[in-house]
């Protein structure tokens, strides 16, 4: 992949962006998404054969808008150098953390928000004043053609180059000597991208996946949980990286729990069959790897929320009744419209849980109890810890969002996002008058008792 590198290799002989040239770089990119929101609702709606336009509306046009707005505001005093305190014994030397751009970053995205995954990144990016170079998913065809356009009409492709192609492609981008690779996708090909990237020990933001429980503690309102349930889970039809993955529930709760979450999902979805906000499975192989979760479930153990699906890649939306641990649903990232209740009959049945699996990306408590609440938080580790609702967390720019072991490494948004995609860069002042010469050799008597006495 020669042009690759060669279209690195010029991109980096490039200055980095000044301050004028981000804040008016992100102002263009906001503008022409407004501009050009229906063509975007309408490339992802052709690349999942069916994508529902509110949800596009929210999760990639406001999303997107809201991360550009907030780094835009705050652009100017992120950029300042942070005055420290230096240590006493150095008066009257100063220090400064002074934000740097890393050079050319490049972003890879999934999928499931083919858009919104490749522009919060790049408002980071673009925020810290880098090059970008971009690989956006090769599932999601017609939106990737249109970020293409969109990202070279806005930038230029000397700032921004988006670069389409299948999964060599990929691998061959991630191959590249770049400054920082911020990754999203799965946890498998995130190892995949870690390796590729360490042979030039480029830096890695890995956005992962895994397995996010929800835990509904005793005497939580189960209609309430299962309102907020029933929209992370089936929103994008649970291609949601953050989509509640399982429910924990107390045995002597859970026939209650189900038939709310059915209340629930009828009145989030009437006529599911002909309902415009029911997002399609994106491509045949993704459909079929979810109905093959349930091939080998004996049949009592799934229950329809809905009637069969009249068409292709509209997947029938069904809980799974404690199924198998060691069954593939319960062994993978289910990513789809698929959600299995597992007994559990209270809290240390519920820390056992999850503490025995990978680090979930978040985890989802209902609880009203301080109690509780404090157990979840401190003797449970995930990305990130959503109380009483599900998804929003993502949707706060002054919350980093990231993931910890398997579920990822790194965060971003808002100010973190900033960071990461700088050097935050050490800057010593030492003042023409100080006493450093009293711990420079020759180290005479007198220095050496001052020694021993700082
Ligand atoms: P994926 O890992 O298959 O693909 C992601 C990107 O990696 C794509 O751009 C693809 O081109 C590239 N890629 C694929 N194979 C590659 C290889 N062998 N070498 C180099 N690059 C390769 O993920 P996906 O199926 O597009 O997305 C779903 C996954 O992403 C889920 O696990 C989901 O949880 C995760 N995800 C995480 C977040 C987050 O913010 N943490 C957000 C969305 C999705």
Not at 81 to 98: E, G, L, R
Request: aromatic residues 8%; glycine residues 6%; charged residues 20%.
């Amino acid at each position: 992949m020669m042009h690759l590198n060669q279209t690195l290799e010029h991109m980096k002989s490039l200055p980095p962006l000044t301050l004028a040239e981000r804040k008016a770089g992100l102002k263009r990119l906001a503008q022409d998404i407004k501009t050009n929101q229906q063509a975007i609702a309408d490339a992802i709606n052709a690349d999942f054969s069916h994508r529902s336009q509110h949800e596009t509306r929210l999760a990639e046009i406001m999303l997107s808008l809201d991360e550009i707005h907030h780094n835009l505001k705050h652009l100017r005093r992120w950029t300042q150098p942070v005055v420290q305190h230096s240590n006493w014994k150095f008066y009257p030397s100063k220090c400064a953390i002074v934000p740097q751009p890393l050079g050319v970053v490049g972003i890879m995205a999934p999928w499931n928000y083919p858009f919104n995954l490749v522009m919060a990144p790049l408002a980071a990016a673009i925020a810290a004043g880098n090059r970008v170079m971009v690989k956006p998913s090769e599932i999601t065809t017609q939106t990737a053609e249109l970020i293409k356009d969109m990202l070279h009409r806005v930038f230029g492709a000397d700032v921004v180059h988006v670069v389409t192609g299948d999964v060599e492609v990929a691998a061959a981008f991630s191959q590249l000597p770049l400054d920082h690779i911020l990754f999203t996708g799965s946890t498998q090909v995130g190892k995949i991208i870690m390796r590729n990237a360490a042979e030039h020990l480029t830096p890695v933001t890995l956005e992962l996946g895994g397995k996010s429980p929800v835990v509904i503690d005793a005497g939580y309102d189960l209609n309430r949980a299962a309102r907020s349930i029933v929209s992370g889970k089936w929103f994008n039809a649970g291609q949601t990286c953050i989509a509640p993955d399982y429910i924990l529930i107390d045995p002597k709760r859970k026939t209650a729990l189900l038939a709310a979450i059915k209340t629930q999902f009828e009145q989030a979805y009437p006529d599911w069959n002909n309902n415009p906000d029911y997002t399609h499975i994106v491509n045949d192989q993704h459909h079929n790897r979810l109905a093959s979760l349930l091939q080998d479930i004996p049949s009592e153990q799934v229950i329809h929320l809905t009637a069969d699906s009249e068409q292709d890649r509209r997947f029938t939306p069904c809980l799974v009744n404690d199924p198998d641990l060691d069954s593939p649903l319960m062994q993978n990232e289910i990513f789809g419209p698929i959600m299995p209740i597992i007994s559990s009959p209270n809290l240390e049945a519920d820390l056992a849980f999850i503490n025995q699996r990978a680090r979930p990306l978040t985890l989802y408590l209902f609880s009203n109890r301080s109690s509780t609440i404090e157990r979840i938080k401190t003797q449970t580790t995930s990305g990130s810890l959503a109380i009483n609702d599900t998804l929003v967390q993502f949707a706060q720019e002054g919350l980093a969002f990231g993931g910890v072991g398997a579920s990822g490494m790194g965060s971003y948004h808002g100010h973190e996002g900033f960071k990461a995609m700088s050097h935050m860069k050490p800057v010593y002042y030492q003042s023409r008058l100080n006493f450093n010469g009293l711990a420079r050799a020759p180290f005479t008597r007198l220095k050496d008792k001052i020694i021993n006495w700082l």
